[in-house]
């Protein structure tokens, strides 16, 4: 975890050997001019929170094997130059909270496989730009407070299941639906 944290002159990762790696914790955490990433194996990780998080300057990343993986929470938080993220497999991911949060950029996510998750807080908070949302099954969701503050572009909003959520506080404040 945190394995290149504040690694402020990181621009480019090549492919390195991280086949035995359970917990990518803050791998790149605030590496602000990380722009390319290429393949790392992560079949085995089950941490992939706060991965990315402040790497302000990330385009894009590549797809991951993330069967193994239960928490993405910030995974990509204040990505701000990201605007698409691949199709990844979230069967076993239980917390989303703050994943996508002040990626500005982005402007559609895919769909994900939600059935474990019971965290999807500020998820989506401050993404000014996205615009379109899949429904996500929230049938086990318990937090989804401020989960889209300030998403100022979106088109349309899902109807989501919240027949176990506990907390809908300001979910959509300031949200704007164009």
């Known amino acids: 975890s945190y394995l290149f944290k504040n690694c402020a002159t990181l ?3 090549s492919a390195f050997n991280t086949s035995s790696v359970v917990n990518m914790q803050g791998m ?15 079949s085995s990780v089950t941490d992939m929170s706060y991965m990315f998080d402040h790497c302000s300057k990330l385009p894009s990343v590549p797809h991951f094997k993330t069967a193994s993986v239960e928490n993405m929470s910030y995974m990509f938080a204040t990505c701000t130059k990201l605007t698409s993220i691949p199709q990844f497999n979230t069967e076993s991911v239980e917390n989303m909270s703050c994943m996508f949060m002040s990626s500005e950029y982005l402007t559609t ?9 019971t965290s999807m807080a500020y998820m989506f908070a401050y993404c000014e730009r996205l615009r379109r949302i899949p429904l996500f099954n929230t049938k086990n969701v318990i937090d989804m407070k401020f989960m889209f503050n300030k998403c100022h572009s979106l088109q349309e909003i899902p109807l989501f299941d919240v027949t176990a959520v506990t907390d809908v506080s300001d979910m959509y404040y300031d949200c704007t639906i164009a």
Do not use: G, K
């Not at 996510?109 to 998750?117: I, L, N």
């Open 109 to 117: 996510v895919p769909e994900f496989t939600t059935q474990s998750v």
């Open 28 to 42: 790149f955490y605030h590496c602000s001019w990380l722009t390319s990433i290429q393949y790392l194996e992560t």
């Open 11 to 13: 621009v480019s990762v």
